[in-house]
């Protein structure tokens, strides 16, 4: 499955609304719930509420960084979003710390 970094948080927003409904799948750092899609878009609500907030107060993130990572943003069917420790000079990215996606995709991330 390919994935499109979102580097604008407001676009994060167009992309939650494009849920669609069924069962879902939060995941943070290995730990699962199962989730309808009004709580995984209210889950990636709180995910670029945090983020946004990360951008605001720490001045040494560049401009145009991405935490967000989705599978077709016109139909979303997975997310990933990775957290500070992901930023710096590596030659792999580390695990995303949050993923959502539909429950049909689990074992595939």
């Not at 990572?69 to 420790?85: E, G, M, W």
Request: aromatic share 12%; proline share 5%.
């Amino acid at each position: 499955m390919r994935f499109y970094g979102i580097p604008s948080e407001d676009r994060i927003y167009e992309i939650v609304e494009g849920i669609e409904e069924g069962q879902w799948v939060y995941e943070e750092n290995g730990k699962k719930e199962e989730l309808d899609a009004q709580k995984a878009r209210e889950k990636l609500l709180e995910l670029t509420a945090m983020v946004k907030k990360w951008k605001e107060e720490t001045r040494s993130i560049p401009a145009g960084t991405t935490f967000f990572f989705v599978s077709t943003p016109d139909n979303p069917q997975a997310i990933k979003v990775y957290d500070l420790s992901s930023l710096g000079c590596s030659s792999s990215l580390s695990p995303a710390r949050w993923k959502v996606y539909k429950k049909e995709l689990e074992g595939q991330l």
